[in-house]
């Protein structure tokens, strides 16, 4: 480090001398302004218009005409220094970072000359891409305009096989987004032999690279020893960090033999050979420079992977630097796609993990891949070629799916090719990544059949990190867009398929012990609730909880050691931890698998639970939690799940007994980990009302008084959780009729939802609507007994709480306004008349009010709109005579009217349908405004700029033609002029609206046709003797022509359905 003051008088000496000296001393001084300006770009300034301004000696000797390649060098390595990003300083400013970055991307796109060495070109690249990185990196520069992404890209793929053995392409200066590879010209003496479908001839020039890297490989490792200290070692350690891990590579053979596997490679009997030659290039230990031919060769290969690290290094921050709908216009440009008949395939992120020498290059392609595919889920979404498409041209939709197949295809080549443990794991990630993100259900099945058969051998690889990324893909393919018969099917394979040829494989160890501590004798409940045919546990259920919770069998490899708890009994941590989430993945995706081991498994987490290590302990919680869940989903209403093949209550009770006497409690009231305290409250609300009810009455009441307790914990998290279980026990049916557990609950969540986390008091309100829900289950249900055992002050706290929430965000406010409207349902009489409740009650009508006319997110205002419909519900409320009536019924006919949401329509066409009697509409000039806004509302149902509200325009008509015919069965004779005005303007517009109406109800299902759509008629049948009846009693020729007009509609849609079924 260098004092300022120093510093200063350094640099203006350095540039004195530039401009002074003979140019032979340029070289060296540049060199030394390098070393003074590395991390203390924001300390020079005051002399970058001298450095980088548009007469800077940098830029200068930089250019592209200076005739000296050492000068330029030396110059590019300056600047690239100077765009080093100190934190906390202030970066260079926008046009110095201009003037940078098109110096480096004219470097990169200059092509060397032979009078240049290999080396000294390397070194030069090198540093300019050291200095684009800085500049993506430090300077945070976000990569906006097409032709600077498309240049920088043209110039990184071009580096990106620079050196490659058996590869020379010729790049043009810009890429530029387009759906299909775009054209890289290749050298005639270098022409790749056309790679066909079958991957014979992709295997043998894999082959062929491998002997040629014996030498190359180790010259790789020790590629900074080759470099100036503190120049060109700079890049590659920012590659090393670049890289997963520091993990040594250790061979596995066994998994290597398995190419035939590999289900759609059919150059399996290539395979023999290729394990010996990874195995030599591995083991070799021969010296890189043993001869002075070969020092100099292995150099420059070292040197050119220094430049293809650089390269991939660089784009993985460019990737961070471009959105993401912009980067996949470039996709064929990167990603592979099968080739076309008698033509080669284009060069590829895979062609570098496929055929690059060094294993770091291969690893760091790789990581740029994953990069790629990470977030791709919406762009992916178009892939299909679930039917064959015979057309003259072929969709973007196959394309993309043919992309997809290659993918795979060289994933799964390099998967069985590769010996470096290192790039094994990011081979096995870059898979993980690419499972999550395709459309599996838009595609011929298949893909992730070989992708499951060819991992299967890695999860006993020597190195953990492979064996980790195993299980994560594991994961992946049981959790995306779960549940998929492929994967249902490969679940239900014997534990031995697809291992029967991997030398040491998984089921050896699994079959040393049962991990089950007392398998259930034949017949037992727990044996097969679900009706599971298969005759064994699944292996991927098997191989999970194996290794959470038998101890190793084998000695563990030498990366074992880079984790501390290698030194105890079970597996790695890593490992463990890998295996537990896969096996809440596997309940939460196929839960109707894993139940037939629902106790076994609800032992696993009980012992993780038990054990010391907290991280443990969490996933242990969170498979109890996916355990409790998958039996909730049964239990639904609306499950498909028949009875008999759900898990028996009985069975849940059993579970629920064990984990409450077992180790939940004590993991509940751990509070050093609040982490783990919120994950065992999660599963703790999970538990099965009907179990629960079953449970005994000591380990109710623990239940009860631990999430109490924990609702007063101090951190946020573990109160949110709190508040939120409170809010799942408050509906259960044993617990909510009793006044003490209700009050006492109300109490905890009032106080939560006054508290200073905004998550804290989003979950709050949450419980706080499901608590007024079983208010107004209370009240219909036990009657009046109810409401006067609770608290009158409670219920008024409750009304002022539930008011001030509903003016915090919005989070809170959506479930607040569904608090107020169950609040002043739940009112009687003489709380309405009593004069502490007034003023609250005034308040919180203005307030749902307010939130239904407000720009608040839809979810709110829909809410407020139900909130609204509640209040109308109860007949203690003066309504229609209070001034608040026709505030409430203006804002509902605005927004019937106008609101882009159509949802919030139905809600507030709902609200107004709810009044029972003609008083509660209020006057006559009221009942004709809410009559006109609905009518309006009717016509303009069809009317939305975005055209995902139209799927609701059809329950937005149901709704409002409901509601009409409500307010004419409730009509008086004041009210009939504005009624008939509106039928005589509007009538022919909305006859097929209402038409449509009638119809709709006898299509809906075959059991309710003949009711729904009776009493839609009904309804309409009431509505005209109603208005039959008051017309009689006017005179003049216009008493009768409502009622006629709507016969005329009763009488179109009678014929019609006549017609219909004859």
Known sequence: ??????????????????????????????????????????????????????????????????????????????????????????????????????????????????????????????????????????????LMQTDQIGSLLAVLKKCMFHGLPGLSIEMPTALYPAPLPQYDKRSPLKLEPSEPATSKQAGNRRKRSKGKQKKGELGEEGREDLSDAGNESVLAADVQNLCL?????????????????????????DHPSSPYAGWKRISSSESEYSDAEGGIQSKVRSYQANVRQGALACFLSAIKSIEKRVLYGYWSAFVPDAPGIGSPQSVSLMTIALKDPSPKTRACALQVLSAILEGSKQFLSVAEDANDHKRAFTPFSVTIASSIRELHRCLLLALVAESSSQTLTQIVKCLAHLVSNVPYSRLKPGLLTRVWNQIKPYICHKDVNVRVSSLTLLGAIVSVQAPLPEVQLLLQQPSSSGLNSSGSATPHRLNSEQWRKAPPSEGEPPDNPAGCTSSEPCWLLRLCVSIVVLPREDSCSDSDANFPSFSSIYEPCPLRLESLQVLALLVKGYFSMAQSYFLELGEVACRCMEEMDPSIQLHGAKLLEELGTGVLQQYKPDSAVAADQRVPV???????????????????????????????????????????????????????????????????????????????????????????????????????????????????????????????????????????????????????????????????????????????????????????????????????????QSEATMKVRWNACYALGNVFKNPALPLGEAPWTTQAYSALSSVVKSCKNFKVRIKSAMALSIPSKRECYGSTEQFCQIWSALVLALRKSEDTEDFLEFKYSASLRTQICQALFHLLSLAKSTDL???????????????PYVLQYLKSGGEENETGVRADSCERERALKGAIEHLAGIEKQLEGKARVRVSLYLENVLRNHTNTTELTES
């Open 977 to 991: 002029p504005v009624v008939w005005k509106t039928v005589t303007e509007d009538g022919d517009a909305i006859r």
């Open 650 to 852: 009985s069975v849940v009770v059993t579970f629920w007994t064990m984990m409450l006497n077992g180790p939940l409690p004590g993991t509940l009231q751990n509070s050093p980990h609040a982490t783990l305290q919120t994950s065992a409250c999660d599963a703790l609300s999970s538990i099965l009302p009907e179990a629960f009810s079953s449970l005994q009455n000591d380990q109710q009441i623990l239940c009860v008084t631990l999430l109490l307790g924990l609702n007063h914990s101090e951190n946020p998290l573990v109160k949110a959780a709190a508040a939120r279980a409170l809010g799942v026990y408050v509906l259960f049916s044993c617990l909510r009729q009793d006044v003490m557990f209700v009050a006492d609950t109300a109490n905890a969540i009032l106080d939560s939802l006054h508290d200073k986390s905004p998550n804290v008091r989003a979950k709050a309100a949450w419980s706080l609507g499901n608590l007024t829900d079983t208010l107004i289950i209370n009240m219909e249900t036990m009657g009046q007994t109810f409401q006067e055992e609770f608290s009158d002050l409670l219920l008024l706290k409750m009304l002022r709480s539930a008011t001030e929430a509903s003016r915090d965000r919005d989070k809170v406010k959506s479930n607040a306004v569904r608090a107020l409207g169950n609040v002043l349902h739940f009112l009687q009489p003489y709380h309405v008349a009593n004069p502490r409740f007034r003023e609250a009650i005034e308040e919180s009508l203005q307030a749902l009010i307010s939130t239904v």
């Open 1 to 142: 480090m260098v004092d300022e003051q120093n510093l200063n008088f350094l640099l203006s000496y350095c540039i004195s001398a530039l401009k002074q000296c003979s140019s032979w001393t340029h070289v060296e001084i540049l060199q030394a302004l390098a070393a003074l300006v590395y991390n203390n770009g924001p300390k020079c300034q005051k002399y970058l218009p001298d450095l980088l301004g548009q007469a800077g000696l940098l830029v200068q000797f930089s250019d592209s005409a200076q005739p000296d390649v050492e000068l330029r060098r030396a110059a590019v390595r300056s600047m690239a220094n100077l765009c080093l990003s100190v934190p906390g300083q202030p970066y260079l400013d926008e046009s110095y970072r201009s003037v940078c970055f098109q110096t480096f991307l004219s470097v990169l796109q200059s092509s060397k000359t032979s009078d240049v060495d290999d080396i000294t070109f390397c070194m030069l690249l090198q540093n300019a891409l050291k200095g684009i990185q800085s500049l993506l990196n430090g300077g945070k520069m976000k």
């Open 245 to 269: 891990g520091a993990v040594q590579d250790s061979s596995c053979p066994d998994p290597r033999t398995r190419v035939s596997d590999v289900a759609c490679v059919p150059a399996g009997k």
